[in-house]
C-alpha cells in the first residue's frame, strides 16, 4: 500500500526544518493599525499592558459619524473583508460589501478589525509580549468573546464613533455582534447575527475540542512554544479538515461530488481518494501554513465559553473588577499579569447556575438568557440556515425568541434553505445579501 | 496554561516504550474459531491463502438448520455480542439476545461473527501472513463488505446452515446483512437492516477520512507496521474522539452534558474542560489500545466502498474473476498475491456510471441500485433514527425505496424519533428490541 499523503506532510517537515525559517509569518498587507497603549484587563483576569488592533474600512464616514457599520469576523477571519487600493485581493465578504451591493459603501463607512487573540495585525499568542521581550505563544492570557468586542470599542472609541449604524457579525462574528448590541446596547444602532448562537451547543463544543486536541498533539505544538521551530503544520491540516466537514453539508457534497473518485481506474487507497477527500485535502493544505494555531485554540476556546446569560456576564465582570483591584493595588504584578497567571491569582467565582449545574430547568436557562439581552432593543435580524449543523436553526431560533422575550419588538427571524451548511454566509450573496440590505437601509418605526 | 492532557498522553507512549510488549494483543476469549484453508480472492484482487473467522453462538440450532440467525456487527465489534459460559462479560447486543428478548434464544440459533479485516479473533492486518511469516500491516488485502459476507458464508457452509432465518444487522452491520439479501438472496429468509444504507455518503466519507487520517499521522504509525514498536496510540484516540462525535447527537448531549463544566471553579483550560470534553476523552481513551489501526483503516475503507449498485457489484466480481483466472493460470503468484500487489497487477475496470461520472443523474443512480437489490426480495425490515447524522434517514428511506421498486412487496420501513443519533441501535431496547422481534416472528404472508 503506498502513501503518498504522508510522503507529502514529511516532506514538508523536511522543507520547514531546512528553510530559512518557519513560515507561519502570513503576509498580509494593507491593513490600519489602532494601538492601545493603555492596560486592557481580560474576562478571566489576565492582562495585556498594551494591544494593537488590525482593521480596514470601505466608503466614508459621514460628518456627524453616524454610518458606521461595524463586520465581526468567524473564527479565522482577517479583517480584509473586500479589497480595497492597498491590497487588491478579493475580500471574505468581497460580494457582499461595495457600492449598491449588501452593504453599501456609497451609504455607509464599513469596517472590520481582526480580532485580539487573532493573528492578522492584531495582537495574539503570537506577539512579543512586552514584558518578555518573547512571543506570548501559551502565556497569552485566556480571552472572551466580550474581550474581542470591548477592544474593538476602544477602536470605535479612537475613531471618535460613539454610536453604530449597524453591528453585523457570522458564526462568531454573530456572537460578537450579540455580545456589542447585548453588553454596549447604547452604541449598537441594529444588531445582525447570522448563523451564530447566544451560548456554544455541546456538539459545537465537541468539534472543536477534537480539532484542538488533534493540534495539540502534533509534536511540533510543543505546548504552544513552536516560534522558533517548525509551526505544527499536521495538526493544524487535521483540524481543519474536521473543521471543513461542519462548515459545509451533506446535501452540498452529494450534489457536488457524490461518490465520484479522483482517479476512477486506480486501485482505492487510504489517502484522497474520493473526490470529497481530495476537497478536504486541498482546503486544509492552504490553511496549515496560513493560520497560527495558537490563535486557532484561543479564538476557539473563546467561542466553547460564549454564553450570554445574565449570571455568565456578570460572573465575567466581577473577575475583570477583581482582577483590576487587585492590579491598582500591586502594580508590579502586571508583568506577570502580562503572563496570564493572573488568571491563576484570581479567584473565580462558583458557577452559576446557568449552563453549570444539575439543578438547572429549561426555564431558568431560558429566564437567564432573556435577562442577558434585556437591553439588546435594537431592530434586530437573525437569520440562520437550515442545512447548518454547527449552529443549527434551533440556536438562531433561540437568539430570536430571548430577544422577543426580553421585549425586542423589532425582531426579524428568517430561516434560509440554503444548501450550503455553515458557509452559507459566505457563499449566498442573493439569500443572505438581501436580507442584511434590507434590514440596513428599511426604516424601522420605533 | 497547563497541558495535563499532553502529559498524560506523553506519559502513556514511555510507557509503552519501556513496557515488556506493546498492548495492541487483544484479551479476547470464548469465541469459537473457522478456519478456511482454502484460497479466498478478494473483491479488489488481493488473496488470502486462509482465514480464520472468530464467531460466537446463542441458543441451539435445530434439526433441519431452519433457524439460524446471522447478527453482522458495526465496524468495531467482536462476536461477542452476549455473554455466554466461555466469556461472561456482557456483549455489545447484550440485552437484545437471549431466552425471550428481541432475538430469542429459545427459538432461534444466533450467531455473531467478527469480519476478516477484524482484530477480535478473525485474520485482519494483525494476522501472520503464512507466505511471509510476518504480520500483513498494510500489505493486506484491500477489502469490501462484500467479502466480509462472502467470508461469513463460507462459515456457515461449514456449520451446514443452508439458509438462514435472517440476516440482523446495524451500521456497517447494515451495510452486510443488505448485501448478504442482495448477493446471497436465496440463503437470507428475512433481512433486518438499521442506520445502515446502500451506498455510503460523500459525508459519512469525509468523516471517516477525517479518522484515517489523524490515525496515520501519528509517527508511531510507520505506514501500519508499528507491530514491533509502540502502536499509534494518538491517533486512534483522536480517530476515535472523532467517531464518538458522529456516532450520538447534539440533543441528547445538550441533556446530559449541556454546557456543566467538570471543575466549575477552576479557570477555562485547553485539556478536557466541559463535561461534553470528558466524555469523549474517556471513550477514546479506553479505545486507543483496545483496537488495532490497520483494522480501523481496512474496515472503515470497506464501509467508504460500500454501494449496492449492480455496476458496482458487477465491477467487482469481474475484477475478482480476472484474479481467480490469473492466480489459476500461475500459481506462483500466490505468495505475491497475499501481499496484496495482485491488485495492482489487476487492471481495473473503466468506472461504471454509477457514482463515478460527471454525466450520471439521480434517477440512473437509482435505477442502478433497485437493479443491484432485484434479487433481495426477502421479508425487510428498514430502521431509522432520526437523530443520526452518519447515516441519516434519507439514506434508509433509501434502502426501502430501492427494495419496494425492486418489487419486494414485504419491505416495513420504521423511523425512530430517539435522541442517541446512530448509536441508538445499542441503546433504545425497547423501540430498536419490538421492531426487531415482531419482525422476526411475526408470520409473513409471501
Redesign the interface.
Known sequence: ?E?P??DK?ESRQRDLLAGPEPTYEKVVTGYSVYSHTEPFVCD??GLLSRFDIAYESWGTLNSDKSNAILIHTGLSGSSHAHSHAKNTNPGWWEKFIGPGLAIDTNKYFVMCTNVIGGCYGSTGPGSVDPATGKRYA??FP?LTVNDMVRAQFHLLDHLGIQKLHASVGSSMGGMQSLCAAALHSERVGRLITISACA?????S???R??Q???L??D?N?N??FYYDSVPPH?GMK?AR??AT?TYR??PE??LR?????RA?????A?C?D????TY?DHQSERFCLQYDANSL?YVS?AM??F?ISESVTQRLELQRSKAISELSANPDMQGSAAN?TV??H?N????SK?????L?TDAE?MDDLVKGVKNAMQPTLVLGVQSD?LF?VKQQKEIADILRRAGNKRVTYYELDAMYGHDTFLIDVANVGAAIKGHLENSIEP
Open positions: 500500500m502513501f499523503c504522508i506532510i478571566h483576569g501559551t502565556t485566556l451560548r456554544s451547543h455541546p456538539y463544543i465537541a468539534l475540542f477534537a484542538r486536541q488533534v495539540m498533539a509534536p505544538f505546548r504552544g499536521i487535521l479538515e474536521i466537514v453539508s451533506g457534497w452529494e461530488f457524490g461518490r465520484r473518485r476512477p481506474d486506480t486501485p482505492p487510504l484522497p474520493f473526490l470529497i477527500e478536504l485554540l476556546k466553547d465559553m454564553d496570564g488568571c491563576m484570581v473565580e467565582q462558583p458557577q446557568t449552563g453549570q449545574s444539575d438547572e436557562i449543523i443549527p
